[in-house]
């Protein structure tokens, strides 16, 4: 399974911030759509990502208050990114090594989607569950040994 099987199914909505834009703004347009993650961009270009994570240790840093800090403050400037091509077991991979709950999906250049760690859970219980339930009608309909033999 590939990102774009996952983003596929998920749709193509996608929340964004500007680097020079408050970061008050953007922590309540995240509250508002409940979402975890802005995806930060530039003339055109990804600069980085949001996260609540990322939101709160500002807030922590700067006395409990958000201030008039910025999203550049705030924001990993070097966010984890794959393609639509990358396998599912790599993205796995990559964002449990980067404790990263979101990631842009890159054509390129070109910004195509987020994919968050709930979606790439999501699409292996989704695989799992069709795999068992292909196992499980192919058991069921095993044949048995009189069967077999019969057909022999």
């Not at 975890?36 to 939101?55: N, Q, Y």
């Not at 990114?81 to 990358?86: A, E, I, L, S, V």
């Not at 195509?112 to 989704?126: E, L, N, Q, T």
């Amino acid at each position: 399974m590939k990102v774009s099987d996952i983003l596929r199914v998920k749709g193509g909505t996608l929340y964004t911030a500007q680097p020079d834009e408050p970061l008050a703004h953007a922590a309540a347009l995240m509250a508002e759509r409940d979402i975890g993650s802005l995806v930060v961009m530039e003339h055109g270009d990804l600069v980085g990502m949001l996260t609540f994570r990322e939101v709160i240790q500002s807030v922590v840093k700067n006395g409990g208050a958000i201030g008039a800090m910025l999203v550049r403050t705030a924001m990993d400037d070097a966010p984890l990114t794959c393609t639509m091509d990358t396998e599912m077991d790599e993205v796995r991979r990559m964002m449990l090594d980067r404790h990263a709950r979101y990631m842009p999906v890159m054509d390129k250049r070109m910004l195509m989607g987020v994919i968050s760690f709930y979606d790439v859970a999501k699409a292996v219980v989704d695989s799992q569950n069709f795999e068992n339930q292909m196992l499980k009608a192919y058991i069921r309909d095993w044949p048995t040994p009189e069967e077999g033999a019969q057909a022999a």
